[in-house]
């Protein structure tokens, strides 16, 4: 095939990958191949859009066979640099990452590049070095200073993060991942109604991306514990209430009941009045895609529900199934945590 | 008259009950044997408001829309040709010979615009589908959704235009990958008599700066021209994706703005060009594309349900070798399989049992025990498609675009 031919059929795979059509793009480029296995060009795109459909292996190898051809070329060492961070390899990563820096040191992708394998190495210091460098390069890219509040975030410096992830969504209101990432920092800086609310907003603005129902069941998981905080107070002063004899209907067992169930309800509206109203389909699709969440706050329905037995028939002996309740929600709690934790790994 | 006592009173009945729907039908059914079809279709369509699903509401709209409407021929029948105006003969030289003049000139060609010459991308692709929606098995939800917001009024122009219905704009066809999207485009076509023109990405993108957007006035002009016709956009979503998300690619920015040009009846005379989409992914596509006028119709298309599944697992199993097979079950087995997995579950199958035939020497068809393996090997791919979908409806389903697939998710608890 000819040079034009090459660079026609390059167009296409680009606009192809563009589009997310990977495997078509990945057709092309191959049958181009075929007749022209040594073009640079088409491997390392061939190489990028390995990547990108999450096949590092084979992506690694068009790289490198692009490298070989063309070893001055920059991006490919860029693309290099991906593929071995998704392998794991990361001081090789790191170094092709150096590699195509040092070869177009203005570049500012490449600069984002070599912070990301830097930061995925653990080598956080330098990697905030590189998407401040990033940042200096292109200062109008929302992805840039996105890269600087995550690797801020890691090194627990939450001002910069904070600062940086605002930039970000200034640049790019539509940038869900900031969205995202800038609620998590509100649910972990204990601000969880604040990251509810942003992640809602994260889901509206990509609703294609899983990790926010995800995130939004953390955030349940979170506010569950808060709730069932919220109960044992009020247990103790029903029990100490009901008086010597729990199983006798008093008054002033009703009273407490009555006074702590207000009190908690008023707290949960305090605390959620301000959410949006698209934040009920979603809290209601993560609650159905998590049992044990689900079941926990059943648990607290049936909380409620004693604390309603307590103030209607004023016998305190109900409250102290509550006791009961929030214990096996803890445990359940424990044991889905530890379960979670061993999957993970 | 003892008859229009009747009516009278039945009418006071539904003013004093208007959510009586059966009561509604029944007056609606009186007007229409009265010969008042337009009253009773009145009734009918308040009858379908409260009762959207009502199938005799269904069947007696369809009677009277068919008795309302005018004969077929009438519809495209060409305008009769109105003579012109007269104009002057032009004034003639007098002794110059003109008919050896027209004779000397009758050999040289009449010139043809450049555009013309240059093939249209889809030339090729342009058929004249013979399946109908008959021809789709079971998906009855899809079909009456179908007729009731697009080939009805496409069929009944003048009942449309009565009721305020724009007749201008597409229809978007959704759902998972592999369940039929490109099969009902077609025998919506078929039911229309219309020609279908078939449009992929690859006849549309082009690496020269600017041949895409000509490429797609191309398409258009070349449907225009052949109108009745039906332009199916297949994978929408990637012709007319969000312009935010094209931020790198001026072109292809380009192109979708060339799409929401041509598709804009304001610009474009889009007569007889019925404009149908299809895409996996709805949630991809340019908001400027869901506007009235353009794709302002969607129509969910599911997994094939059960009568549907029976009648693909038939279509596949039927020039092969088939013993005993319990179609039922099969069907029972296969929930939320997409068309292209039960024709993945027979192909299995049958690789199951020429594997057994080869190894005995001797044929063995088809049996129950072959589909059900197969179906354990095989898991539905629509699987990620709703994952995917059940974000999009928790999280961006704000306006009710995505009701239909948050009822059928509910349905099937996967919401």
Not at chain 2, 38 to 66: I, K, M, Y
């Amino acid at each position: 095939m000819t040079a034009a031919g090459n660079a026609a059929v390059l167009q296409r795979a680009v606009n192809l990958r563009l589009l997310g059509r990977l495997d078509d793009a990945e057709r092309v480029l191959r049958e181009a191949l075929a007749e022209s296995p040594g073009d640079p060009d088409l491997l390392g795109e061939l190489g990028w859009v390995l990547y990108l459909a999450e096949r590092p292996a084979e992506g690694l190898a068009a790289a490198e066979a692009a490298i070989a051809a063309a070893p001055g070329e920059a991006h490919f060492h860029q693309y290099r640099a991906s593929l071995l961070s998704d392998l794991q390899r990361h001081d090789e990563a790191v170094q092709a990452a150096y590699t195509a820096a040092s070869l177009r040191p203005e570049e500012p992708k490449i600069a984002r590049t070599c912070a990301r394998v830097l930061s995925r190495a653990r080598r956080l210091p330098e990697a905030y070095q590189a998407a401040r460098h990033a940042v200096a390069l292109d200062p109008e890219s929302s992805a840039s200073h996105l890269l600087v509040a995550d690797i801020a975030d890691d090194l627990r410096d939450r001002a910069t993060a904070r600062r940086a992830y605002e930039e970000a969504l200034r640049l790019d209101p539509q940038n869900a991942m900031a969205r995202h990432d800038l609620a998590v920092l509100d649910v972990n800086t204990g601000h969880p109604m604040r990251g509810l609310r942003g992640l809602v907003e994260a889901g509206g603005i990509d609703p294609t991306m899983p990790i926010v129902l995800r995130t939004i069941t953390v955030v349940l998981w979170k506010l569950s514990w808060r709730l069932r905080m919220l109960f044992i107070p009020a247990t103790i002063a029903c029990v100490v209430a009901s008086g010597a004899e729990p199983g006798d209907a008093t008054w002033s067992a009703r009273v407490t009941a009555a006074a702590s169930l207000l009190a908690i309800g008023l707290l949960i509206w305090w605390t959620v009045r301000d959410l949006p109203t698209a934040t009920r389909p979603a809290v209601l699709a993560a609650l159905r895609s998590d049992g044990p969440l689900r079941i926990s706050y059943l648990g607290m329905a049936a909380c409620v529900l004693l604390f309603l037995t307590v103030a209607g028939t004023g016998i305190g002996v109900f409250a102290g199934f509550v006791w009961l309740v929030l214990g096996m929600l803890g445990l359940l709690a424990l044991v889905v945590g530890a379960t979670r934790k061993v999957r993970g790994r | 008259m003892p008859d229009d006592t009747l009516l009278t009173s039945l009418l006071t009945a539904i003013d004093a009950a208007p959510d009586d729907v059966p009561l509604r039908l029944h007056v609606a059914g009186l007007l229409a044997e009265r010969g008042r079809p337009a009253e009773a279709l009145q009734h009918c369509s308040q009858a379908l408001a409260r009762d959207p699903g009502n199938a005799e509401a269904l069947a007696l709209l369809q009677r009277l829309t068919t008795a309302m409407a005018p004969p077929p021929q009438a519809l495209h029948r060409p305008e009769p040709q109105r003579p012109g105006p007269q104009r002057p003969e032009p004034q003639r030289l007098q002794g110059f010979d003109w008919t050896q003049a027209e004779d000397d000139v009758a050999g040289i060609e009449e010139p043809v615009p450049a555009e013309d010459e240059l093939p249209s991308p889809v030339v090729e692709d342009i058929e004249q589908p013979g399946v109908r929606l008959a021809d789709v098995g079971g998906m009855q939800q899809v079909k009456e959704r179908l007729e009731l917001s697009f080939l009805g009024p496409m069929r009944n122009p003048q009942l449309a235009k009565a009721f305020g219905k724009s007749l201008s704009g597409g229809l978007l066809l959704y759902g998972p990958p592999g369940c039929g999207k490109t099969f009902i485009a077609r025998a919506v076509a078929g039911e229309l008599g219309a020609s279908f023109f078939a449009v992929g990405i690859s006849d549309v993108l082009d690496m020269y700066t600017g041949q895409s957007e000509r490429n797609l006035a191309r398409i258009f002009a070349e449907a225009r021209r052949r109108a009745p016709c039906v332009l199916f956009f297949d994978e929408l979503d990637a012709l007319g994706q969000k312009r935010s998300h094209l931020a790198h690619s001026s072109s292809m920015r380009n192109t979708v703005n060339q799409l929401l040009s041509e598709m804009d009846s304001v610009t474009a005379d889009n007569d007889g060009v019925f404009v149908l989409g299809a895409t996996n992914h709805p949630w991809d596509i340019d908001s400027a594309l869901r506007r009235p006028g353009r794709f302002d119709r969607m129509v969910l298309v599911l997994p094939p349900d059960a009568p549907a599944r029976g009648a693909i697992l038939g279509y596949h199993l039927r020039e092969r070798p088939v013993a005993e097979v319990n179609l039922d079950r099969i069907v029972k087995l296969t929930e939320h399989f997409s068309g292209a997995d039960l024709a993945h579950v027979c192909t299995t199958a049958a690789e199951r049992a020429l594997a057994l035939s080869m190894r005995d020497g001797r044929l063995h068809a088809l049996t129950t025990k072959d589909l059900e393996a197969a179906v354990r090997e095989i898991r539905p791919s629509t699987g990620p498609w709703f994952a995917t979908a059940r974000n999009v409806v928790a999280f961006a389903n704000t306006d009710g675009e995505y009701d239909d697939l948050s009822a059928y998710l509910r349905k099937n608890k996967k919401l």
